[in-house]
């Protein structure tokens, strides 16, 4: 009898399309699956984390403006098929696609032309095979060159500065020696750096901060606890990849066997307790009942997983009595907790890892202002044009110089240039981007926010809040034990991307940060802010302190682009 219900089960998970939506099992049957799986990818994506003891399948519930991420990309890919679709019938003929490719860009986006250009296009016609493409056919297409709703650098790059400046920071405020930061050493650090302040611009360097000789005692930092470069993948709704299936092997079947001729070697099917899942949702894969998960019961489990972690992140315009990041469910099999500031900054705690949740605060008009700059420094002659010989001389022209020169007459004026990236900006205004970033364990790496290697009034102010985060033990200290591996995903607005162009990071922001991003500040402000930092501390301003006091409104020591930005409003 108990086999006759497991072979059921078994047939049912092979039929079907298992998910979690609000922490009950959905299934549906094999004639649905694709649109089983389209409905829940509308408002999640799954990141898998490779944790040093199991993996973690963190399920994000994303929300801009108050609406599924991908609402606004999937109106914007049907503005593309309208603007091909001449006769409106819902289907892409060759003749469509042939008619447009030869219409002048003057009356067709750039993004279009770049649709219909496409030599992989017709590859999108799939079901059925009849030389014409839907909607839904040219959704998939997108989603599957990656120019889907969903940008992912899918990737933590290792941290820039060695652990011996974070051990000198540590000990340089740790001013009662009891290796030990208490929320008064933190709120008190711009007063007991001040002598380390060689240039007196109001920051902290590397080379300020670092201590040649370290002659009490300072406790190194353990090694990270994930392996390898890339602790993150996002997942793709209904797939999964050879090169994950084998990660997942690789980290975590880790039990000898034997093979044929007696030598011993690792196999790949894992336990359950490798997997670090409930024995109910481990039975849920393990088709043939042998206690372990094979190469395709691993496929099914990575397709359809069950989510440790579940979030709500809400991007763009929200409620006031909402944050940033709520927590939806998550499993008990796991070391696993989530930690809140009291300032609203969110962290999920795995272990000794913590990985931070924040807002991405600028976008798509980065790009345009950084390739105008570039613009203007590759016009040498200035002539108005960058010729492909100025192409050349620039890093940033001289591999993409043929995409933006969309006439080939070997001439590209600013009016070109600025068309194309407005009209990549649309699309990745469309758009959500996820991006990973590795702050070790390093004090000074983590409080480096904007990543200059330098530490400013603000960054120190924000050094208080983890206090919060980081006291595991309770005592209202932190010790360098307990400073975590950290990781910070962002979440925010889409990149416009260029082929062979780097373009400059975005900024990011998390609650409690008090402090305008607007990048229009008062030129007199830009002008004062000599280091850069976004805001003007007293020796900063030439003015005298009652004036200063008058400008600072919330009294915090230092005038940011809000409070300036407040200063021009009431003076029109």
């Known amino acids: 009898m108990i086999g006759l219900r497991h072979c059921i089960a078994t047939l049912l998970l092979l039929t079907s399309n298992g998910s979690l939506i609000d922490g009950h099992a959905v299934f549906a049957s094999e004639p649905s699956k694709e649109a089983s799986t389209q409905a829940i990818s509308a408002a999640t994506r799954d990141i898998l984390y490779f944790h040093r003891d199991a993996p973690v399948f963190i399920r994000v519930h994303l929300e801009v403006d108050g609406v599924s991420f991908e609402d606004s990309w999937r109106a914007y890919v049907q503005t593309l098929f309208s603007a091909v679709d001449a006769d409106g019938n819902g289907r892409l003929t060759v003749g469509e696609v042939t008619g447009t490719k030869a219409v002048a860009s003057g009356k067709n986006s750039a993004d279009v032309l770049r649709l219909v250009r496409d030599p992989e296009l017709w590859s999108a016609d799939r079901r059925p095979l009849d030389n014409e493409i839907t909607l839904d056919e040219l959704t998939a297409f997108l989603v599957g060159r990656q120019r889907g709703p969903f940008q992912s650098t899918d990737k933590a790059p290792p941290s820039a500065v060695g652990s011996v400046i974070g051990e000198s920071l540590f000990q340089l405020l740790d001013s009662d020696e009891n290796r030990s930061l208490s929320s008064d050493e933190l709120t008190g650090a711009m007063t007991s750096l001040h002598r380390r302040d060689l240039d007196d611009d109001g920051t902290f360097g590397v080379s300020e901060l670092n201590i040649a000789s370290l002659d009490r005692f300072v406790a190194r930092q353990s090694p990270s606890t994930t392996v390898g470069v890339r602790p993150f993948v996002t997942l793709t709704p209904g797939k999964a990849s050879r090169e994950v ?67 709500v992140v809400r991007l763009g315009t929200r409620s006031n009595d909402k944050p940033l990041v709520e927590m939806a469910g998550a499993s008990d099999e796991q070391n696993i907790s989530v930690r809140r500031s009291s300032d609203g900054l969110m962290s999920i705690a795995i272990g000794d890892v913590q990985i931070e949740i924040l807002e991405t605060t600028s976008g798509a008009d980065v790009a345009k202002q950084y390739l105008l700059r570039q613009f203007a420094a590759a016009d040498g002659d200035q002539n108005a044009y ?136 008062p030129i007199w402000f830009t002008k004062l802010d000599r280091n850069g930092d976004g805001e003007l501390a007293r020796r900063e301003f030439p003015g005298t302190r009652t004036e200063f006091q008058q400008l600072d409104r919330n009294s915090d020591g230092a005038v940011d682009t809000a409070e300036a930005e407040f200063v021009k409003q009431v003076g029109r």
Do not use: C
Request: net charge negative; glycine share 8%.
């Open 245 to 311: 299936l084998t990660e997942i092997e690789r980290r975590y079947a880790a039990m000898p066997t034997e093979s044929s001729d007696g030598r011993s070697t690792l196999s790949r099917k894992l336990h359950r307790p490798a997997l670090g899942v409930a024995a109910n949702v481990f039975d849920r894969y393990d088709f043939d009942a042998d206690g372990t998960l094979d190469r395709e019961e691993l496929r099914q489990m990575v397709r359809t997983p069950q989510p440790t972690v579940q979030l």
């Open 386 to 521: 960058i010729d492909e010989a100025e192409a050349g001389n620039s890093r940033t022209f001289r591999g993409a110089f043929d995409q933006f020169d969309e006439d080939g007459d070997g001439q590209l004026y600013k009016d070109e240039l600025t068309a194309i990236v407005d009209s990549r900006a649309t699309a990745a205004r469309s758009r959500t981007r996820m991006d990973v970033r590795n702050r070790g364990r390093d004090l000074f790496q983590i409080l480096d926010a904007d990543r200059t290697r330098t530490l400013g009034r603000r960054e120190l102010t924000r050094a208080v809040k983890r206090v919060e985060l980081w006291d595991t033990d309770g005592d209202g200290e932190v010790s360098e034990s307990e400073i975590p591996q950290l990781y910070q995903i962002s979440f925010g607005p889409g990149q416009p991307q260029f082929r062979g162009v780097q373009i400059p990071g975005q900024s990011v922001s998390s609650p409690g940060d008090g402090v305008s991003t607007k990048s229009d500040a």
